[in-house]
């Protein structure tokens, strides 16, 4: 079965990019496809509360040849509508 490698971009940070250097063993293109779809909303779920209102998160999927097949993003917007939240 064929690897795959995850590599996780956060469009706010400086230094916001994570090389997947294992990877993941997956059937085929298919199944890395929903492996991407599946880690941005995690991925999201302990971000978002911890860097603001605005963000954006990539998936770059690469093969064992090292060629991105596949790049998924997942973005965050929120806005306060009544100035102070209290």
Same mark, same amino acid.
């Given at each position: /079965?064929?690897?795959?490698?995850?590599? =996780?971009? %956060?469009? %706010?940070?400086?230094?916001? +990019?994570?090389?997947?250097?294992?990877?993941? $063993?997956?059937?085929? +293109?298919?199944? #890395?496809? *929903?492996?991407? /779809?599946? @880690? !941005?909303?995690? $991925?999201?779920?302990?971000? $978002?509360?911890?860097?603001?209102?605005?963000? #954006?998160?990539? =998936? !770059? *999927?690469?093969?064992?040849?090292?060629? $991105? =097949?596949? @790049?998924? @993003?997942?973005?965050?917007?929120?806005?306060?509508?009544?100035?102070? #939240?209290?």
């Amino acid at each position: /079965m064929p690897r795959y490698f995850f590599d =996780v971009h %956060n469009g %706010n940070r400086h230094h916001g +990019f994570e090389r997947d250097d294992e990877g993941t $063993i997956c059937p085929d +293109f298919e199944a #890395a496809r *929903v492996q991407a /779809m599946a @880690t !941005l909303p995690e $991925i999201g779920r302990w971000e $978002i509360p911890r860097d603001g209102d605005k963000q #954006a998160f990539t =998936v !770059l *999927v690469r093969n064992e040849t090292g060629s $991105i =097949v596949y @790049t998924a @993003t997942l973005t965050f917007a929120g806005l306060r509508l009544n100035g102070d #939240a209290s």
